[in-house]
């Protein structure tokens, strides 16, 4: 049996539980803390997942010690769904979370990089913070033109502003890789999808399809 995962700190010691007895033949974490006391009693090979390990993508990226954790498992994640299809082509990952990611794999599977920018709560919460008087407002869909209030107004910016970063991040893709796929994961992904006129592949866990295979990759190199 393999596990993967990532854990806040109930969800660690839910699993340290759950895992007692259980026979393991390797497991691998990403953390950004820099110890995980639980793990250290597991009688089997413990990873943490990291640019140096032995991947199954090569590494374009000039700082590769300090790429976020998530963004490359991500990648890795849309490698290994597409080799499952059998259907390995160039591809742009776009995770909406704290904040929103771009991460480009060209087909001969070298991560490339990519771009950050705030995602959607953040966004809101700098328009609230870094101002005097804009309230902070809950998230909900706005399909207008324009807002007829201070708090529409501030839903119709920050979306619109969302939705024209992602058309333009993915037609710079496509101008480069016509035949290359698109996934969008991450807590805001659903609202992200819904806005694109493309076809694209939405998976909720793909950063742990990507955490999964750089475990396989790495054991079995």
């Known amino acids: 049996m393999r596990f993967h995962g990532v854990f806040t700190d109930v969800d660690a010691l839910l699993q340290a539980e759950a895992l007692r007895g259980v026979k393991l033949r390797a497991?691998?974490?990403s953390t950004v803390r820099k110890d995980i006391p639980w793990l250290t009693g597991l009688d089997c090979p413990v990873h943490l997942f990291s640019s140096s390990m032995n991947l199954p993508v090569r590494m374009g990226y000039a700082t590769p010690e300090t790429l976020g954790a998530d963004r490359l498992a991500g990648v890795l994640g849309a490698h290994c769904l597409m080799a499952q299809r059998g259907e390995i082509t160039a591809c742009l990952v776009m995770d909406a979370g704290?904040?929103?990611t771009y991460d480009w794999l060209d087909a001969r599977a070298s991560y490339l990089g990519g771009s950050i920018s705030p995602g959607l709560h953040m966004r809101y919460l700098a328009l609230h913070q870094q101002t005097g008087k804009l309230p902070l407002v809950?998230?909900?869909?706005f399909v207008g033109a324009w807002g007829n209030s201070t708090n529409e107004s501030i839903l119709c910016g920050v979306q619109q502003g969302i939705v024209g970063e992602s058309h333009r991040q993915i037609a710079l893709f496509l101008e480069?890789?016509?035949d290359g796929q698109v996934f969008i994961t991450g807590g805001d992904g659903l609202f992200l999808a819904e806005q694109q006129k493309t076809k694209i592949f939405v998976e909720p866990m793909l950063v742990h399809y990507g955490?999964?295979?750089a475990l396989q990759h790495h054991e079995n190199s």
């Open 27 to 29: 497991c691998i974490f």
């Open 98 to 100: 704290t904040c929103i």
């Open 138 to 141: 809950s998230h909900e869909s």
């Open 176 to 178: 480069k890789h016509p």
């Open 211 to 213: 955490l999964m295979h």
